[in-house]
Protein backbone atom coordinates (compact mmCIF):
# COMPACT_ATOMS: atom_id res chain seq x y z
CA UNK A 1 0.00 0.00 0.00
CA UNK A 2 2.97 2.60 0.71
CA UNK A 3 3.72 2.17 -2.95
CA UNK A 4 1.08 4.83 -4.09
CA UNK A 5 1.04 7.35 -1.40
CA UNK A 6 -1.48 9.12 -2.54
CA UNK A 7 -4.16 6.71 -3.11
CA UNK A 8 -3.20 5.24 0.69
CA UNK A 9 -3.96 8.51 1.89
CA UNK A 10 -7.49 9.12 0.04
CA UNK A 11 -8.17 5.22 0.99
CA UNK A 12 -7.83 6.18 4.74
CA UNK A 13 -9.65 9.38 4.34
CA UNK A 14 -12.75 7.53 3.17
CA UNK A 15 -12.63 5.26 5.84
CA UNK A 16 -12.70 7.57 8.65
CA UNK A 17 -14.90 10.21 9.51
CA UNK A 18 -13.11 13.98 9.38
CA UNK A 19 -15.06 15.50 12.30
CA UNK A 20 -16.13 18.42 10.40
CA UNK A 21 -20.15 18.33 11.97
CA UNK A 22 -18.53 18.28 15.40
CA UNK A 23 -16.04 21.00 14.41
CA UNK A 24 -18.78 23.14 13.18
CA UNK A 25 -20.92 22.51 16.09
CA UNK A 26 -18.33 23.36 18.71
CA UNK A 27 -17.32 26.47 16.82
CA UNK A 28 -20.47 27.47 16.40
CA UNK A 29 -21.44 27.14 20.15
CA UNK A 30 -17.63 29.51 20.88
CA UNK A 31 -18.94 31.81 18.47
CA UNK A 32 -22.39 32.32 20.01
CA UNK A 33 -20.92 32.65 23.47
CA UNK A 34 -18.39 34.87 22.75
CA UNK A 35 -20.43 37.49 20.48
CA UNK A 36 -22.50 37.58 23.13
CA UNK A 37 -19.75 38.30 25.55
CA UNK A 38 -18.22 40.89 23.19
CA UNK A 39 -21.72 42.06 22.99
CA UNK A 40 -22.02 42.35 26.90
CA UNK A 41 -18.92 44.37 26.88
CA UNK A 42 -19.69 47.15 24.44
CA UNK A 43 -23.12 47.51 25.93
CA UNK A 44 -21.86 48.32 29.71
CA UNK A 45 -18.96 50.41 27.95
CA UNK A 46 -21.90 52.64 26.86
CA UNK A 47 -23.59 52.18 29.88
CA UNK A 48 -26.36 50.48 28.39
CA UNK A 49 -28.93 47.88 29.92
CA UNK A 50 -27.58 44.47 29.63
CA UNK A 51 -29.01 41.57 27.66
CA UNK A 52 -28.71 38.77 29.98
CA UNK A 53 -26.36 39.83 32.36
CA UNK A 54 -22.88 42.37 32.42
CA UNK A 55 -19.00 41.28 32.33
CA UNK A 56 -19.32 42.98 36.05
CA UNK A 57 -22.07 40.43 37.31
CA UNK A 58 -20.50 37.42 34.96
CA UNK A 59 -17.30 38.38 36.89
CA UNK A 60 -18.93 38.21 40.56
CA UNK A 61 -20.96 35.25 40.23
CA UNK A 62 -18.02 33.34 38.87
CA UNK A 63 -15.82 34.16 41.79
CA UNK A 64 -18.58 33.08 44.16
CA UNK A 65 -20.18 29.87 42.29
CA UNK A 66 -19.68 27.30 44.99
CA UNK A 67 -20.99 30.19 47.65
CA UNK A 68 -24.49 30.56 45.68
CA UNK A 69 -25.12 27.12 44.48
CA UNK A 70 -26.17 23.84 46.37
CA UNK A 71 -23.87 21.15 45.92
CA UNK A 72 -25.97 18.93 44.70
CA UNK A 73 -26.50 20.98 41.55
CA UNK A 74 -22.71 21.97 41.12
CA UNK A 75 -22.09 18.25 41.48
CA UNK A 76 -24.69 17.70 38.53
CA UNK A 77 -23.49 20.79 36.38
CA UNK A 78 -19.69 19.62 37.08
CA UNK A 79 -20.57 16.26 36.08
CA UNK A 80 -22.35 17.55 32.60
CA UNK A 81 -19.64 19.52 31.97
CA UNK A 82 -16.94 17.01 32.23
CA UNK A 83 -19.14 14.32 30.10
CA UNK A 84 -19.47 16.84 27.25
CA UNK A 85 -15.61 17.41 27.71
CA UNK A 86 -14.76 13.63 28.00
CA UNK A 87 -17.37 13.43 24.63
CA UNK A 88 -15.06 16.28 22.58
CA UNK A 89 -11.40 14.70 23.75
CA UNK A 90 -12.91 11.04 22.59
CA UNK A 91 -13.82 12.58 19.31
CA UNK A 92 -10.65 14.38 18.42
CA UNK A 93 -8.49 10.75 19.68
CA UNK A 94 -10.55 7.87 18.63
CA UNK A 95 -9.75 7.36 15.20
CA UNK A 96 -13.83 6.21 14.47
CA UNK A 97 -14.90 3.91 11.67
CA UNK A 98 -17.30 4.15 8.41
CA UNK A 99 -19.48 1.24 8.06
CA UNK A 100 -16.99 0.84 4.52
CA UNK A 101 -13.86 -1.69 3.75
CA UNK A 102 -11.30 -1.09 1.36
CA UNK A 103 -10.94 -3.28 -1.42
CA UNK A 104 -7.47 -4.29 -2.65
CA UNK A 105 -5.79 -2.71 -5.32
CA UNK A 106 -3.18 -0.64 -6.03
CA UNK A 107 -3.83 1.47 -8.79
CA UNK A 108 -7.01 3.38 -7.19
CA UNK A 109 -8.50 3.53 -3.62
CA UNK A 110 -11.61 1.35 -4.08
CA UNK A 111 -13.52 1.53 -0.91
CA UNK A 112 -17.13 -0.10 -0.68
CA UNK A 113 -20.12 0.15 1.69
CA UNK A 114 -20.99 -2.68 4.19
CA UNK A 115 -24.32 -2.87 2.58
CA UNK A 116 -22.76 -3.54 -1.00
CA UNK A 117 -21.03 -6.49 0.89
CA UNK A 118 -23.46 -7.85 2.70
CA UNK A 119 -25.87 -7.93 -0.61
CA UNK A 120 -23.22 -9.19 -2.79
CA UNK A 121 -22.73 -11.83 -0.04
CA UNK A 122 -26.22 -12.62 0.69
CA UNK A 123 -26.65 -13.46 -3.06
CA UNK A 124 -23.86 -15.57 -2.55
CA UNK A 125 -25.31 -17.50 -0.12
CA UNK A 126 -29.16 -18.02 -1.40
CA UNK A 127 -27.87 -18.72 -5.02
CA UNK A 128 -25.67 -21.56 -3.65
CA UNK A 129 -28.16 -22.49 -1.12
CA UNK A 130 -30.95 -22.57 -3.75
CA UNK A 131 -33.08 -20.77 -1.26
CA UNK A 132 -34.96 -17.45 -1.97
CA UNK A 133 -33.09 -14.11 -1.09
CA UNK A 134 -35.49 -13.49 1.79
CA UNK A 135 -33.73 -16.85 3.34
CA UNK A 136 -30.38 -15.40 4.36
CA UNK A 137 -29.70 -12.39 6.43
CA UNK A 138 -26.02 -11.14 6.22
CA UNK A 139 -24.39 -8.32 8.48
CA UNK A 140 -20.76 -6.98 8.01
CA UNK A 141 -19.00 -5.48 10.48
CA UNK A 142 -15.62 -4.07 10.80
CA UNK A 143 -14.14 -7.65 11.68
CA UNK A 144 -16.83 -9.97 11.41
CA UNK A 145 -19.56 -11.13 8.92
CA UNK A 146 -22.67 -12.79 9.77
CA UNK A 147 -24.95 -14.78 7.94
CA UNK A 148 -28.02 -16.55 8.95
CA UNK A 149 -29.59 -19.06 6.99
CA UNK A 150 -33.26 -19.95 7.11
CA UNK A 151 -33.58 -23.22 4.96
CA UNK A 152 -36.17 -24.68 2.86
CA UNK A 153 -38.81 -26.78 5.26
CA UNK A 154 -38.00 -30.09 4.81
CA UNK A 155 -34.50 -28.89 2.60
CA UNK A 156 -31.28 -29.40 4.13
CA UNK A 157 -28.49 -26.77 3.75
CA UNK A 158 -25.13 -27.64 2.39
CA UNK A 159 -23.39 -25.68 4.76
CA UNK A 160 -19.72 -26.77 3.82
CA UNK A 161 -20.89 -25.85 0.33
CA UNK A 162 -22.19 -22.03 1.22
CA UNK A 163 -19.46 -21.49 3.36
CA UNK A 164 -16.99 -22.50 0.52
CA UNK A 165 -18.68 -20.32 -2.08
CA UNK A 166 -19.23 -17.31 0.55
CA UNK A 167 -15.26 -17.57 1.44
CA UNK A 168 -14.41 -17.91 -2.27
CA UNK A 169 -16.38 -14.43 -2.79
CA UNK A 170 -15.10 -12.89 -0.08
CA UNK A 171 -11.79 -13.89 -1.10
CA UNK A 172 -11.92 -11.71 -4.35
CA UNK A 173 -12.56 -8.77 -1.82
CA UNK A 174 -9.24 -8.93 -0.82
CA UNK A 175 -10.73 -7.18 2.69
CA UNK A 176 -7.76 -5.97 5.20
CA UNK A 177 -7.96 -7.18 7.71
CA UNK A 178 -9.82 -10.03 6.65
CA UNK A 179 -12.99 -9.89 8.34
CA UNK A 180 -14.08 -13.52 10.09
CA UNK A 181 -16.98 -14.96 8.70
CA UNK A 182 -20.14 -16.64 10.89
CA UNK A 183 -22.03 -18.87 9.09
CA UNK A 184 -25.42 -20.19 10.73
CA UNK A 185 -28.57 -22.17 9.76
CA UNK A 186 -31.33 -21.77 12.02
CA UNK A 187 -33.02 -24.92 12.98
CA UNK A 188 -36.77 -23.87 12.28
CA UNK A 189 -37.25 -23.90 8.34
CA UNK A 190 -39.63 -21.34 6.28
CA UNK A 191 -42.77 -22.86 4.49
CA UNK A 192 -43.89 -20.41 1.36
CA UNK A 193 -41.66 -18.54 1.13
CA UNK B 1 -11.45 13.47 -0.45
CA UNK B 2 -12.14 17.35 0.34
CA UNK B 3 -9.86 19.13 1.96
CA UNK B 4 -11.39 19.22 5.49
CA UNK B 5 -8.20 19.32 8.10
CA UNK B 6 -8.67 16.63 10.11
CA UNK B 7 -5.54 17.24 11.86
CA UNK B 8 -6.26 20.60 13.16
CA UNK B 9 -10.63 19.28 13.75
CA UNK B 10 -9.58 16.52 15.99
CA UNK B 11 -6.79 18.72 17.95
CA UNK B 12 -9.00 22.11 18.66
CA UNK B 13 -11.95 19.33 19.66
CA UNK B 14 -9.86 17.72 21.86
CA UNK B 15 -8.17 20.64 23.40
CA UNK B 16 -12.03 21.80 24.01
CA UNK B 17 -12.73 18.57 25.78
CA UNK B 18 -10.18 19.30 27.60
CA UNK B 19 -11.10 22.59 29.04
CA UNK B 20 -14.34 21.84 29.62
CA UNK B 21 -13.53 18.63 31.20
CA UNK B 22 -11.08 20.21 33.77
CA UNK B 23 -13.99 23.01 34.27
CA UNK B 24 -16.66 20.42 34.96
CA UNK B 25 -13.99 18.66 37.37
CA UNK B 26 -13.45 21.18 39.38
CA UNK B 27 -17.32 22.56 39.53
CA UNK B 28 -17.90 18.83 40.79
CA UNK B 29 -14.80 19.01 43.25
CA UNK B 30 -16.31 22.04 44.67
CA UNK B 31 -19.55 20.78 45.08
CA UNK B 32 -18.61 17.34 47.15
CA UNK B 33 -15.72 19.03 49.07
CA UNK B 34 -16.40 22.63 50.83
CA UNK B 35 -12.37 22.93 51.10
CA UNK B 36 -12.37 23.60 47.67
CA UNK B 37 -15.34 25.54 47.38
CA UNK B 38 -13.65 27.84 50.39
CA UNK B 39 -10.41 28.20 47.92
CA UNK B 40 -12.58 28.66 45.13
CA UNK B 41 -14.74 31.38 46.46
CA UNK B 42 -10.88 32.72 47.61
CA UNK B 43 -9.14 33.02 44.58
CA UNK B 44 -12.41 34.40 42.82
CA UNK B 45 -12.36 37.17 45.03
CA UNK B 46 -9.04 37.76 44.97
CA UNK B 47 -8.76 37.58 41.03
CA UNK B 48 -11.46 39.75 40.96
CA UNK B 49 -9.55 42.69 42.95
CA UNK B 50 -6.69 42.04 41.08
CA UNK B 51 -8.99 42.26 37.75
CA UNK B 52 -10.36 45.97 38.96
CA UNK B 53 -7.25 47.43 40.18
CA UNK B 54 -5.49 46.30 36.21
CA UNK B 55 -8.82 47.99 34.91
CA UNK B 56 -8.61 51.12 36.97
CA UNK B 57 -4.44 51.39 36.33
CA UNK B 58 -5.29 52.47 32.36
CA UNK B 59 -8.60 54.16 32.10
CA UNK B 60 -9.73 55.89 28.73
CA UNK B 61 -9.70 59.22 29.37
CA UNK B 62 -13.60 61.16 29.53
CA UNK B 63 -14.83 57.69 30.12
CA UNK B 64 -15.95 54.94 32.80
CA UNK B 65 -14.08 52.17 30.96
CA UNK B 66 -10.59 51.03 30.38
CA UNK B 67 -8.06 50.15 28.04
CA UNK B 68 -7.98 46.42 29.30
CA UNK B 69 -11.50 46.47 28.25
CA UNK B 70 -11.23 47.22 24.77
CA UNK B 71 -8.64 44.76 24.55
CA UNK B 72 -10.81 42.06 25.56
CA UNK B 73 -13.50 43.26 22.85
CA UNK B 74 -11.00 43.12 20.25
CA UNK B 75 -9.43 40.14 21.86
CA UNK B 76 -13.14 38.09 21.45
CA UNK B 77 -13.93 39.46 17.98
CA UNK B 78 -10.29 38.16 17.08
CA UNK B 79 -11.37 34.34 18.49
CA UNK B 80 -14.91 34.82 16.74
CA UNK B 81 -12.97 35.77 13.63
CA UNK B 82 -10.48 32.45 14.11
CA UNK B 83 -13.57 30.52 14.94
CA UNK B 84 -15.19 31.51 11.54
CA UNK B 85 -12.54 30.57 10.03
CA UNK B 86 -12.33 27.13 10.97
CA UNK B 87 -15.61 26.67 9.97
CA UNK B 88 -14.62 27.78 6.66
CA UNK B 89 -11.75 25.65 6.18
CA UNK B 90 -14.12 22.34 6.24
CA UNK B 91 -14.61 20.59 3.00
CA UNK B 92 -13.93 22.51 0.13
CA UNK B 93 -11.20 20.98 -2.67
CA UNK B 94 -13.46 20.30 -5.38
CA UNK B 95 -12.17 21.56 -8.70
CA UNK B 96 -13.33 21.44 -12.38
CA UNK B 97 -10.31 20.31 -13.93
CA UNK B 98 -7.99 17.53 -13.93
CA UNK B 99 -4.60 19.10 -14.06
CA UNK B 100 -2.92 21.47 -16.31
CA UNK B 101 0.17 21.21 -18.61
CA UNK B 102 2.50 23.49 -19.94
CA UNK B 103 3.88 23.10 -23.73
CA UNK B 104 7.46 25.29 -23.46
CA UNK B 105 5.67 28.71 -24.47
CA UNK B 106 2.78 27.55 -26.63
CA UNK B 107 0.23 27.22 -24.17
CA UNK B 108 -1.78 25.42 -21.08
CA UNK B 109 -3.49 22.56 -22.01
CA UNK B 110 -6.30 21.86 -19.38
CA UNK B 111 -8.05 18.52 -19.27
CA UNK B 112 -11.58 19.79 -17.87
CA UNK B 113 -13.49 17.09 -15.60
CA UNK B 114 -15.85 16.79 -17.14
CA UNK B 115 -14.28 15.01 -20.46
CA UNK B 116 -13.49 12.18 -18.11
CA UNK B 117 -16.75 11.87 -16.38
CA UNK B 118 -18.04 11.49 -19.82
CA UNK B 119 -15.46 8.83 -20.83
CA UNK B 120 -16.37 6.94 -17.61
CA UNK B 121 -20.16 7.54 -18.15
CA UNK B 122 -19.71 5.89 -21.89
CA UNK B 123 -17.88 3.14 -20.48
CA UNK B 124 -19.90 1.92 -17.56
CA UNK B 125 -23.17 2.64 -19.04
CA UNK B 126 -23.44 -0.57 -20.09
CA UNK B 127 -22.69 -2.15 -17.05
CA UNK B 128 -26.13 -3.81 -15.32
CA UNK B 129 -24.13 -3.78 -11.72
CA UNK B 130 -24.41 -0.05 -11.75
CA UNK B 131 -27.13 2.22 -11.01
CA UNK B 132 -25.72 5.36 -11.85
CA UNK B 133 -21.89 6.47 -11.94
CA UNK B 134 -21.26 10.17 -10.64
CA UNK B 135 -17.64 11.73 -11.29
CA UNK B 136 -15.76 14.88 -9.75
CA UNK B 137 -12.34 16.23 -9.56
CA UNK B 138 -10.76 17.02 -6.31
CA UNK B 139 -7.83 18.57 -5.62
CA UNK B 140 -5.62 17.02 -2.76
CA UNK B 141 -2.22 18.84 -1.46
CA UNK B 142 -1.53 20.78 -4.50
CA UNK B 143 -2.66 17.65 -7.16
CA UNK B 144 -5.38 16.38 -8.80
CA UNK B 145 -7.35 13.36 -7.67
CA UNK B 146 -10.32 11.83 -9.58
CA UNK B 147 -13.42 10.81 -7.48
CA UNK B 148 -15.68 8.11 -8.70
CA UNK B 149 -18.91 7.48 -7.29
CA UNK B 150 -20.94 4.66 -8.01
CA UNK B 151 -24.49 2.90 -6.79
CA UNK B 152 -24.20 -0.69 -6.79
CA UNK B 153 -27.31 -2.69 -7.64
CA UNK B 154 -28.27 -4.63 -4.90
CA UNK B 155 -26.24 -7.84 -4.96
CA UNK B 156 -23.91 -6.57 -7.35
CA UNK B 157 -20.11 -8.14 -6.88
CA UNK B 158 -17.60 -5.15 -5.41
CA UNK B 159 -15.33 -7.52 -7.04
CA UNK B 160 -16.81 -7.54 -10.66
CA UNK B 161 -17.72 -3.51 -9.94
CA UNK B 162 -13.79 -2.93 -8.96
CA UNK B 163 -12.56 -4.92 -11.36
CA UNK B 164 -14.89 -3.02 -14.42
CA UNK B 165 -13.64 0.32 -12.68
CA UNK B 166 -9.83 -0.71 -12.93
CA UNK B 167 -10.60 -1.00 -16.71
CA UNK B 168 -12.23 1.88 -17.27
CA UNK B 169 -9.41 3.59 -15.02
CA UNK B 170 -6.48 2.21 -16.96
CA UNK B 171 -8.53 3.05 -19.98
CA UNK B 172 -8.59 6.78 -18.84
CA UNK B 173 -4.77 6.79 -17.85
CA UNK B 174 -3.70 6.08 -21.27
CA UNK B 175 -5.95 8.85 -22.97
CA UNK B 176 -4.59 11.53 -20.12
CA UNK B 177 -0.47 9.56 -20.60
CA UNK B 178 -0.57 9.96 -16.99
CA UNK B 179 -1.97 8.53 -13.70
CA UNK B 180 -3.65 10.54 -11.36
CA UNK B 181 -5.03 9.32 -8.03
CA UNK B 182 -8.41 7.97 -8.20
CA UNK B 183 -10.67 7.06 -5.29
CA UNK B 184 -13.62 4.59 -6.37
CA UNK B 185 -16.80 4.65 -3.76
CA UNK B 186 -19.26 1.80 -4.28
CA UNK B 187 -22.15 2.56 -2.41
CA UNK B 188 -25.56 1.30 -1.97
CA UNK B 189 -27.58 4.51 -2.77
CA UNK B 190 -31.30 5.08 -1.13
CA UNK B 191 -33.16 3.30 -4.13
CA UNK B 192 -30.92 0.24 -3.62
CA UNK B 193 -31.34 -0.41 -0.08
CA UNK B 194 -35.27 -1.00 -0.34
CA UNK B 195 -34.72 -2.51 -3.61
CA UNK B 196 -35.78 -6.21 -4.49
CA UNK B 197 -32.52 -8.55 -5.81
CA UNK B 198 -33.27 -9.42 -9.01
CA UNK B 199 -34.31 -12.98 -9.30
CA UNK B 200 -33.63 -13.86 -12.92
CA UNK B 201 -30.28 -12.35 -14.64
Same mark, same amino acid.
Given at each position: MSANEPVARIARRELHPSRALASVLAASALIIAFLWAAAETVLAALGRRPLLASPRQIAHWAAAVPAGTTPAVLIAAGAALAVTGLVLILLGVLPGSRARHRLSGERAAVVVDDDVIAAALSRTAHQRART? $??QVTATVGRRRIDLVIRPTSGVPVDEAGIREAVDAELA????? $?PPRLFLRSRGQGAVGV | MNSTPRALNRFLLALLGIVLFAAGALTAWAGASPAVARQWTRAGQDTLDRITGQLRAAPVPG?? %? %?WWTAAAFLLLLLLVGLLVAWIATQGGGRTGSLGAHEDAGRGTTTVDVSFAAQSIRDAT? @?? #? @?? #?STTVSAWKIRGAHALRISVQARKGASPADISSALEEVISGLDAVLGEQIPVLVRIAAGPRTRFAHRERVR
Open positions: A $PERYGLD $P | TG %S %SA @QN #R @QL #R
